[in-house]
């Protein structure tokens, strides 16, 4: 469990170090999109700007028109004002009709038909459209208003022009010159007839003297949107866009090739994870001892030296050998041998701490590096508690075996090459083994045994 754990581990960071930049060139790939629909959206908006500044501003030019029509002449004849605004209206379809107002009083208009409740519409007496005409005259300009409601209906966008004339040898105010453009009509004939149905539109008119007017969703002015203005005079409107769906920041657009390299990183992930797998395993497996999982001589060799080196407290170590194992072989075969040698192992395992080292380093050789020892009687102490593991019989395929082993010791206070340590304890050891005889072993059965 401990090197699939490890195994993930190398390959998750492997994986993240691929996906990272992956990611980020696919983040970098969304924000592309993004900038590229906020451009194209750009854009068709500047191309719709463009289209009404251009059409209102040869729409509403006709005013200038009149105005030094008027002027030059204030007698001007009802013929000759139909003649001019039938000539005009037949070449701009933009403008909805022309009319005079001498006075501030509209007496005459073009056409006619459909106008008819504007004669004698009295433009000063009305509250939302006599700031417009002050300020007109008094800055000389023209001026715009609208969209509005027209008296004869509809939603009308409205340049006025004041009309001076001398009498006298003074000048004075002798009306207004107005030309009417029909909001519907200017949007029919727009790019905001919806001919790209995936945007959302909005227009904002703003002036000095009136609150804002809004044609469209008014909440588009509360999104997102990019905006344009039109200028028109002593107007401003703004013309506000956003897609339908909104700008999707949110979605991650995948394109091939970022799908391409996730399946790659997937089969990176699980091709590291099993040679890592396979890494540890090989490597655990030159460090350690086949059969008894305990380390091999050279492992165990070059830990000790290490350990030693760098501890400074005592440390005590014990070699383990058995005594006739070579007839347990024998009379048993090497199958209960190596039985033998691995229960032995597992014993000392559970005996010893976790932090102290152990090694087969021979044959049926075993020895322990037992750390931080305080004195040479905790050692003895720990020695007894191992031969009385060891020496516990145990049971397989019938057939009980009593081990036994001769055990050398020796405290080490200072690094000491390993030869030499290994010749200390091996010479203690053949010591205790003359002493000590083997034990017969009986083939039979006994269930309660540690088998």
Avoid: C
């Avoid at 009802?78 to 005009?88: G, M, P, V």
């Avoid at 969209?147 to 003074?170: C, L």
């Avoid at 409107?237 to 995948?254: Q, S």
Wanted: avoid cysteine; proline fraction near 4%.
């Amino acid at each position: 469990m401990k090197k699939w754990t490890i195994s993930v581990i190398v390959a998750t960071l492997a994986a993240l170090l691929l996906y990272i930049p992956v990611n980020n060139l696919h983040i970098q790939y969304n924000e592309q999109l993004y900038e590229d629909a906020r451009m194209q959206a750009i854009y068709h908006l500047d191309f719709i700007r463009d289209g009404i500044q251009s059409q209102l501003d040869s729409s509403l030019y006709y005013a200038d028109f009149f105005e030094m029509i008027v002027s030059q002449n204030p007698d001007v004849t009802e013929k000759e004002l139909r003649t001019y605004s039938e000539f005009i209206i037949e070449r701009n379809s933009m403008v909805d009709s022309i009319s005079l107002a001498k006075d501030g009083i509209i007496h005459f208009i073009y056409p006619l038909e459909g106008n008819e409740e504007a004669l004698g519409y009295n433009l000063l007496e009305q509250p939302d459209r006599k700031p417009y005409l002050e300020e007109a005259i008094i800055k000389r300009n023209s001026v715009a208003q609208g969209p509005v409601e027209a008296v004869q209906g509809g939603n009308k966008i409205f340049n006025r022009k004041p009309v001076f004339i001398e009498s006298d040898n003074t000048e004075e105010v002798w009306g207004f010159a107005s030309v009417t453009i029909d909001l519907d009509h200017l949007v029919k004939n727009s790019a905001l007839s919806n001919d790209l149905p995936e945007y959302d539109y909005a227009i904002k008119v703003e002036s000095a003297w009136s609150q804002s007017v809004f044609w469209g969703e008014e909440e588009v002015f509360e999104s997102e949107a990019i905006t344009a203005s039109i200028l028109l005079p002593e107007n401003n409107w703004t013309i506000a866009l956003i897609p339908v769906d909104g700008w999707n920041r949110n979605i991650y657009y995948h394109s091939l090739e970022t799908l391409i390299f996730y399946v790659l990183i997937l089969i990176i992930f699980i091709f590291v994870m099993f040679f890592v797998h396979q890494y540890i395993t090989k490597r655990e497996l030159s460090r350690t001892d086949e059969l008894t999982h305990l380390l091999n001589k050279k492992t165990f060799e070059q830990s000790v030296t290490s350990v030693l080196r760098y501890s400074t407290k005592k440390n005590g170590l014990v070699l383990i050998d058995f005594n006739d194992f070579k007839l347990i072989n024998d009379t048993h075969g090497h199958l209960v041998g190596d039985k033998v040698l691995a229960i032995t192992a597992e014993r000392i395992l559970h005996t010893l701490k976790k932090s102290d080292l152990i090694g087969r380093i021979g044959g049926d050789e075993i020895m322990i590096l037992v750390k931080d020892m305080e004195s040479e009687k905790e050692l003895e102490k720990i020695k007894d508690r191992v031969i009385e593991q060891i020496e516990k019989p145990i049971l397989f395929n019938n057939i009980i075996i009593h081990p036994s082993i001769s055990v050398g010791h020796t405290l080490i206070s200072h690094l000491l090459p390993f030869n030499h340590l290994y010749e200390i304890v091996d010479k203690k050891m053949y010591r205790d083994k003359t002493i000590k005889k083997v034990i017969p072993t009986l083939p039979f059965k006994q269930p309660d045994l540690e088998s």
